[in-house]
Protein backbone atom coordinates (compact mmCIF):
# COMPACT_ATOMS: atom_id res chain seq x y z
CA UNK A 1 0.00 0.00 0.00
CA UNK A 2 1.22 3.46 -0.63
CA UNK A 3 2.45 5.11 2.51
CA UNK A 4 4.41 8.48 3.10
CA UNK A 5 6.17 8.76 6.40
CA UNK A 6 7.35 12.02 8.17
CA UNK A 7 10.00 11.10 10.46
CA UNK A 8 9.63 13.88 12.92
CA UNK A 9 6.74 15.02 14.54
CA UNK A 10 7.64 17.76 16.24
CA UNK A 11 11.07 19.72 15.89
CA UNK A 12 12.04 23.18 18.14
CA UNK A 13 14.64 25.18 16.54
CA UNK A 14 15.61 28.82 17.19
CA UNK A 15 15.83 31.47 14.74
CA UNK A 16 18.26 31.21 11.94
CA UNK A 17 18.96 27.62 12.71
CA UNK A 18 19.26 25.37 9.63
CA UNK A 19 15.77 23.27 8.81
CA UNK A 20 15.64 19.72 7.13
CA UNK A 21 12.04 18.08 7.57
CA UNK A 22 12.42 13.97 6.70
CA UNK A 23 9.63 12.56 3.99
CA UNK A 24 9.95 8.98 2.82
CA UNK A 25 6.99 7.00 0.68
CA UNK A 26 6.47 4.05 -0.16
CA UNK A 27 5.09 3.86 -3.91
CA UNK A 28 6.62 2.18 -7.32
CA UNK A 29 5.23 4.06 -10.07
CA UNK A 30 5.65 7.52 -11.01
CA UNK A 31 5.13 10.12 -8.33
CA UNK A 32 4.71 13.52 -7.98
CA UNK A 33 5.68 14.97 -4.53
CA UNK A 34 4.52 18.42 -2.31
CA UNK A 35 5.03 19.78 0.93
CA UNK A 36 2.40 21.80 2.03
CA UNK A 37 2.40 23.60 5.50
CA UNK A 38 -0.63 24.95 7.55
CA UNK A 39 -0.04 27.65 9.86
CA UNK A 40 -1.47 28.43 13.28
CA UNK A 41 -5.20 28.39 12.42
CA UNK A 42 -4.88 28.98 8.82
CA UNK A 43 -5.83 26.46 6.10
CA UNK A 44 -3.03 24.15 3.71
CA UNK A 45 -1.06 25.84 1.67
CA UNK A 46 1.25 24.69 -1.36
CA UNK A 47 4.90 25.37 0.01
CA UNK A 48 6.12 23.27 -3.25
CA UNK A 49 5.95 20.70 -5.48
CA UNK A 50 8.03 17.79 -8.00
CA UNK A 51 6.70 16.45 -10.76
CA UNK A 52 9.56 16.33 -13.17
CA UNK A 53 12.74 17.48 -14.44
CA UNK A 54 15.31 19.18 -12.07
CA UNK A 55 15.25 16.94 -8.29
CA UNK A 56 16.02 20.03 -6.76
CA UNK A 57 12.78 22.22 -6.27
CA UNK A 58 12.39 26.24 -4.48
CA UNK A 59 9.29 27.11 -3.10
CA UNK A 60 8.11 29.38 -1.48
CA UNK A 61 9.63 31.32 1.40
CA UNK A 62 12.90 30.32 0.74
CA UNK A 63 11.86 26.51 1.54
CA UNK A 64 13.71 23.75 -0.94
CA UNK A 65 13.25 20.11 -0.93
CA UNK A 66 15.50 16.99 -3.18
CA UNK A 67 13.88 14.24 -4.32
CA UNK A 68 16.17 11.24 -4.20
CA UNK A 69 14.43 8.61 -5.97
CA UNK A 70 16.88 5.87 -4.96
CA UNK A 71 16.03 6.45 -1.11
CA UNK A 72 12.15 7.13 -2.12
CA UNK A 73 12.63 10.52 -0.37
CA UNK A 74 11.72 14.06 -0.82
CA UNK A 75 13.44 16.32 2.29
CA UNK A 76 12.89 19.44 3.01
CA UNK A 77 15.25 22.19 3.89
CA UNK A 78 15.52 25.80 5.09
CA UNK A 79 18.81 26.91 5.43
CA UNK A 80 17.99 30.02 8.22
CA UNK A 81 14.40 29.36 9.67
CA UNK A 82 12.29 32.17 11.36
CA UNK A 83 9.81 32.71 14.02
CA UNK A 84 6.98 33.07 11.28
CA UNK A 85 7.96 29.63 9.99
CA UNK A 86 6.11 27.98 12.55
CA UNK A 87 3.37 25.84 11.58
CA UNK A 88 2.79 22.39 10.57
CA UNK A 89 4.19 20.79 7.83
CA UNK A 90 2.86 17.81 5.76
CA UNK A 91 4.60 15.63 3.25
CA UNK A 92 2.47 13.78 0.58
CA UNK A 93 2.58 11.86 -2.91
CA UNK A 94 0.05 11.61 -5.17
CA UNK A 95 -0.22 7.90 -6.18
CA UNK A 96 -2.34 6.21 -9.24
CA UNK A 97 -5.31 4.46 -7.87
CA UNK A 98 -8.01 3.05 -9.29
CA UNK A 99 -7.12 5.12 -12.47
CA UNK A 100 -7.09 8.66 -10.88
CA UNK A 101 -4.69 10.43 -9.12
CA UNK A 102 -5.01 10.36 -5.01
CA UNK A 103 -3.03 12.11 -2.57
CA UNK A 104 -1.94 10.28 -0.06
CA UNK A 105 -0.27 12.84 3.17
CA UNK A 106 2.45 11.90 5.71
CA UNK A 107 1.04 12.52 9.45
CA UNK A 108 2.75 15.88 9.70
CA UNK A 109 5.82 17.82 11.36
CA UNK A 110 4.85 20.53 14.04
CA UNK A 111 7.67 22.74 13.98
CA UNK A 112 8.04 25.48 16.70
CA UNK A 113 11.16 27.77 16.03
CA UNK A 114 11.75 30.22 19.10
CA UNK A 115 12.97 33.74 18.50
CA UNK B 1 -9.54 36.33 -3.37
CA UNK B 2 -11.05 33.49 -1.40
CA UNK B 3 -10.92 30.30 -3.65
CA UNK B 4 -12.04 27.46 -1.44
CA UNK B 5 -14.59 28.40 1.19
CA UNK B 6 -16.08 26.41 4.00
CA UNK B 7 -18.57 26.91 6.55
CA UNK B 8 -18.77 27.43 9.01
CA UNK B 9 -15.38 27.06 10.55
CA UNK B 10 -16.65 25.27 13.75
CA UNK B 11 -19.43 23.59 14.27
CA UNK B 12 -21.14 21.81 16.97
CA UNK B 13 -23.56 19.05 16.75
CA UNK B 14 -25.07 16.43 19.50
CA UNK B 15 -24.64 13.01 18.90
CA UNK B 16 -26.56 10.75 16.87
CA UNK B 17 -28.04 14.40 14.95
CA UNK B 18 -27.14 14.82 11.83
CA UNK B 19 -25.11 17.82 10.46
CA UNK B 20 -24.14 18.90 6.73
CA UNK B 21 -20.60 20.60 6.49
CA UNK B 22 -20.41 22.90 2.90
CA UNK B 23 -17.89 23.74 0.69
CA UNK B 24 -17.80 25.91 -2.52
CA UNK B 25 -15.22 27.05 -4.91
CA UNK B 26 -14.41 29.98 -7.19
CA UNK B 27 -11.98 28.27 -9.38
CA UNK B 28 -14.65 26.32 -11.48
CA UNK B 29 -12.52 22.63 -11.03
CA UNK B 30 -13.80 19.96 -11.90
CA UNK B 31 -12.81 18.22 -8.73
CA UNK B 32 -13.68 18.24 -5.21
CA UNK B 33 -12.97 16.35 -2.11
CA UNK B 34 -13.39 15.79 1.75
CA UNK B 35 -10.69 14.52 4.06
CA UNK B 36 -11.14 13.95 7.56
CA UNK B 37 -8.03 15.24 9.58
CA UNK B 38 -8.24 14.11 13.84
CA UNK B 39 -5.23 15.58 15.82
CA UNK B 40 -1.90 14.82 14.86
CA UNK B 41 -2.79 12.86 12.24
CA UNK B 42 -2.49 13.08 8.22
CA UNK B 43 -5.75 14.44 6.58
CA UNK B 44 -7.57 10.64 5.40
CA UNK B 45 -9.15 11.03 1.96
CA UNK B 46 -12.96 10.29 2.26
CA UNK B 47 -14.62 10.66 -0.89
CA UNK B 48 -13.98 13.26 -3.70
CA UNK B 49 -16.61 14.36 -7.28
CA UNK B 50 -15.14 14.23 -10.58
CA UNK B 51 -17.99 15.85 -12.05
CA UNK B 52 -21.10 14.32 -11.19
CA UNK B 53 -19.19 11.54 -10.46
CA UNK B 54 -19.00 10.45 -6.72
CA UNK B 55 -16.12 8.12 -5.72
CA UNK B 56 -16.00 6.57 -2.40
CA UNK B 57 -12.79 5.56 -0.54
CA UNK B 58 -13.06 1.95 0.29
CA UNK B 59 -12.77 2.30 4.13
CA UNK B 60 -15.32 5.30 4.35
CA UNK B 61 -17.81 4.79 6.91
CA UNK B 62 -21.23 4.37 5.49
CA UNK B 63 -22.41 7.10 7.97
CA UNK B 64 -20.28 9.47 5.46
CA UNK B 65 -22.49 10.75 2.49
CA UNK B 66 -21.92 13.46 0.38
CA UNK B 67 -23.62 15.76 -2.25
CA UNK B 68 -22.56 18.02 -5.05
CA UNK B 69 -25.41 19.65 -6.94
CA UNK B 70 -23.50 22.18 -9.64
CA UNK B 71 -19.70 23.12 -9.67
CA UNK B 72 -19.04 25.55 -6.85
CA UNK B 73 -20.43 23.78 -4.20
CA UNK B 74 -20.20 20.71 -2.30
CA UNK B 75 -21.61 18.95 1.13
CA UNK B 76 -20.62 16.54 3.89
CA UNK B 77 -23.44 14.92 5.40
CA UNK B 78 -22.70 13.12 8.59
CA UNK B 79 -25.49 10.94 9.06
CA UNK B 80 -25.91 9.65 12.45
CA UNK B 81 -22.21 11.91 14.22
CA UNK B 82 -20.83 10.09 17.41
CA UNK B 83 -18.09 10.70 18.97
CA UNK B 84 -14.87 9.38 17.24
CA UNK B 85 -16.39 11.79 14.25
CA UNK B 86 -14.98 14.89 16.09
CA UNK B 87 -12.02 16.58 13.80
CA UNK B 88 -11.43 18.45 11.30
CA UNK B 89 -13.03 18.28 8.15
CA UNK B 90 -10.88 19.65 4.81
CA UNK B 91 -12.59 20.14 1.58
CA UNK B 92 -10.28 20.54 -1.26
CA UNK B 93 -10.43 20.63 -5.26
CA UNK B 94 -8.16 20.45 -8.31
CA UNK B 95 -8.99 21.00 -12.05
CA UNK B 96 -8.10 17.90 -13.06
CA UNK B 97 -7.62 14.13 -12.10
CA UNK B 98 -5.77 13.02 -14.58
CA UNK B 99 -2.52 11.50 -13.64
CA UNK B 100 0.22 13.43 -15.80
CA UNK B 101 -1.58 16.17 -16.32
CA UNK B 102 0.33 18.68 -14.14
CA UNK B 103 -2.86 19.98 -12.74
CA UNK B 104 -2.69 17.81 -9.65
CA UNK B 105 -1.69 20.37 -7.29
CA UNK B 106 -4.60 20.44 -4.94
CA UNK B 107 -6.20 24.05 -3.17
CA UNK B 108 -7.77 23.44 0.15
CA UNK B 109 -10.45 25.68 2.32
CA UNK B 110 -9.57 26.69 5.75
CA UNK B 111 -11.34 23.47 7.42
CA UNK B 112 -14.78 22.99 9.54
CA UNK B 113 -13.95 21.63 13.01
CA UNK B 114 -16.93 19.24 14.02
CA UNK B 115 -17.60 18.81 17.76
CA UNK B 116 -19.69 16.10 18.83
CA UNK B 117 -21.40 16.58 22.36
Known amino acids: AQSVSQHNHHVILSEAASLELGCNYSYGGTVNLFWYVQYPGQHLQLLLK??????LVKGIKGFEAEFIKSKFSFNLRKPSVQWSDTAEYFC?????????????FGAGTRLAVHP | DAMVIQNPRYQVTQFGKPVTLSCSQTLNHNVMYWYQQKSSQAPKLLFH???????NEADTPDNFQSRRPNTSFCFLDIRSPGLGDAAMYLC????????????????FGPGTRLLVL
Open chain 2, 92 to 107: ATTRSRSPGSGAETQY
Open chain 2, 49 to 55: YYDKDFN
Open chain 1, 92 to 104: AVNALSGGYNKLI
Open chain 1, 50 to 55: YFSGDP
